[in-house]
Every structure is written in C-alpha cells, then in structure tokens.
C-alpha cells in the first residue's frame, strides 16, 4: 500500500468533520489489504503480510495540528491489525518529521512501532531490504508502473 502524505488537505478534513468518513475509509483498505494476505497467504502456504510505503514529500510542520485526527486511527492499527504489515516504510521524509515521529510514536504499541523505518530521499535501498519489488513504485517514485489514462 502506498500512501501520499501531501495528498491529505488535513485543513479542510478537520472543518467540514470528515476524520470519521476517512477513518472509515482507512478501515476498508486494512480490510482488503487483510483479504488479500489471507488469499496469499492461503495459495503460499505460509504467512504473507505486506509492506506500507508513505510518501512524505512535501509535508510541512503544519500537520502537528491535526495528531489528534490520526490518534483514532493509530488505535485501529494497533487493536484491529497489528500483524498486517511488515514494516512501514515512510519515505522523503523532511529531517523535523523524525522528531515529531518520536512524540508520536509514545501512542503506538512497541509492536508496531518497531516496524516503522523513516527515510529521506535515498530510500530505494531500504525498500528493496523491506522485499519491496521496486516495479511496482509509481514511475514518480522511481519505479516503472504508471497509473492508467481514462
């Protein structure tokens, strides 16, 4: 799974009270990721999780506004889906992200906490040691898939 920090307009999902709406949303993607483990898992006879790659390109300070909008869905990960990943890979990651990961963090189990690797730019290395087929990784994160023109 591949998440686009920048692509969240936190602002106006605070306003107009749409955290629950995306939580909700959030909860359908750990379920199908769930689904598709299992059905990988079942034809691979072992256990498969997955990796999550965020990209943090241009996320500013701003977002420690809105840490109590993501506390919910930190518990959902935690309670509901602790063994679903493998790691969390949180890519282009500006140098203050590190400190406020570090508060952040208090709220997560130590479990999944130890799956949470934060890098800068130079971050293929560290996905092809996490099993991340780089082909995969949209052209603009250096991969070669591209998204499909309707």
């Known amino acids: 799974m591949l998440g686009r920090a920048v692509s969240s307009d936190m602002a106006g999902i605070s306003r107009e009270s749409l955290a629950p709406l995306l939580q909700n949303l959030w909860v359908f993607m750990l379920e199908d990721m769930l689904q598709a483990a299992h059905v990988a898992s079942v034809k691979q006879r072992r256990l498969v999780s997955g990796a999550t790659i965020i990209d943090a390109t241009g996320i500013s300070l701003s977002i420690v506004r809105y840490i109590s909008e993501y506390t ?79």
């Not at 406020?100 to 934060?118: G, H």
Request: charged share 15%.
């Open 72 to 150: 919910p869905w930190l518990e959902i990960m935690n309670n509901d889906y602790p063994d679903l990943v493998r790691s969390v890979i949180v890519i282009n990651a500006p140098s203050f992200f590190v400190k406020i990961w570090s508060i952040v963090s208090l709220l997560i189990a130590p479990t999944t906490r130890e799956k949470v690797q934060i890098v800068g730019k130079d971050f293929h290395h560290v996905l092809q040691k996490h099993g991340v087929n780089l082909d995969v990784l949209p052209v603009f994160l250096g991969g070669s898939f591209e998204a499909l023109q309707t």
